[in-house]
């Protein structure tokens, strides 16, 4: 008896440690392709402020090594779906990720770390009110006010900051505007036509169309500059591993919402976010002030609010299914007796 019970709690124990070092893994790549993004595009610091190029090189890396594991090793199975599907649904996804990290890797040359973080904390204010616009929310009074308070947090947040730069701020709340638009159209283009991506086939299939989204503003704004700059030379060693722990935390991303919640995702992003702050302050030096903290303190009570709130509707959803289920199987058993039935009076 003893020996099952110890040989549950190893395997429970295992599970616990695989959680949590999936969990510790993802922190920690996350926190270094942020700090690596920072450090190369920084003028203060590696002095290289080329954001699309940088998203350019990201994205031909991790499509070349997607393709790679697709096509090549076949480790990882391709998604069946038609050339219209391909248009109509991948195409307008690639296009909006594109955006979203243009946007967002520029923010790095005007803002700090520390408040880049604070600033993302409106991602699920706009992905709600997203949602709502294309009806994939129902509007709710409560969770709305709730949004405010995330909202008011965040503006705080912004007063408090020491190195407040307008044009930053516009950068990455656009950043933020795009990729909500992109999470609600992967329900509304992929997720209700039974298509669904893991993190290496949605490389695969969506990192070439950024490419070509990207190539666009490229040739207009960045390949002058560089074409002019005859002193750059490209450092392979840097621009390699900063890649290479991109195509990482993609890994990690499909390892840890594989094997682990969505939940557990977003309290992991949560304690990434408190760390890359204390990060940012300590090791960067970036100035955080106490209305900053206060601010943040506030928009991250709300996030938990909303996460907390999700979760409960998940459970909910789930004990609902597992009622129907238990409903039908039931209903199946009565229906087999009531035949068994009939037919031994009918054998009598």
């Given at each position: 008896m003893s020996s099952g019970g110890s040989s549950l709690s190893d395997g429970v124990i295992k599970k616990i440690v695989l959680s949590y070092t999936y969990v510790a893994i993802w922190i920690f790549l996350s926190f270094t392709v942020i700090v690596y993004n920072k450090y190369i595009l920084d003028r203060k610091m590696y002095n290289w402020p080329f954001p699309i190029s940088l998203t350019m090189i990201h994205m031909t890396f991790c499509s070349s090594l997607a393709f790679v594991l697709v096509k090549i090793l076949k480790l990882v199975e391709p998604v069946s779906m038609s050339k219209e599907v391909y248009l109509s649904s991948v195409v307008p996804i690639g296009a909006l990720y594109a955006f979203s990290l243009w946007l967002s890797n520029s923010a790095y040359i005007y803002l700090s770390v520390s408040f880049i973080q604070m600033l993302k904390a409106l991602?699920?204010?706009?992905?709600?009110?997203?949602?709502?616009?294309?009806?994939?929310?129902?509007f709710k009074g409560e969770t709305m006010a709730n949004m405010m308070s995330i909202s008011v947090g965040v503006a705080i947040a912004a007063y408090g900051e020491a190195k407040f730069d307008a044009w930053g701020v516009t950068l990455q709340l656009g950043a933020v505007a795009f990729e909500a638009t992109r999470l609600v159209m992967i329900q509304i283009l992929l997720t209700s036509k039974g298509i669904s991506f893991n993190p290496i086939t949605s490389l695969y299939y969506v990192a070439p169309c950024c490419l070509v989204f990207l190539s666009v503003p490229w040739i207009l704004v960045e390949y002058p500059v560089l074409r002019d700059s005859s002193s750059f030379h490209l450092d392979w060693f840097i621009f390699g591993t900063n890649s290479l722990c991109a195509f990482a935390l993609n890994l990690a991303v499909f390892?840890?919402?594989?094997?682990?919640?969505?939940?557990?995702?977003n309290v992991a992003g949560v304690v990434?976010?408190?760390?890359?702050?204390?990060?940012?302050?300590?090791?960067?030096?970036?100035?955080?002030?106490p209305?900053?903290?206060?601010?943040?303190?506030?928009?991250?009570?709300?996030?938990?609010?909303?996460?907390?709130?999700?979760?409960q509707a998940l459970k909910a959803k789930d004990a609902q299914k597992k009622t129907a289920q238990a409903d039908d199987e039931q209903g199946r058993l009565l229906e087999e007796r009531d035949g068994d039935g009939r037919r031994n009076d009918n054998q009598s």
């Open positions: 991602m699920p204010v706009a992905v709600y009110s997203i949602g709502v616009m294309f009806k994939k929310e129902n390892l840890l919402v594989g094997k682990t919640s969505a939940l557990t995702m990434k976010d408190w760390l890359l702050i204390a990060f940012s302050w300590s090791v960067i030096k970036d100035t955080v002030t209305i900053n903290l206060f601010g943040y303190g506030l928009a991250f009570l709300g996030v938990a609010y909303y996460n907390h709130c999700k979760l």
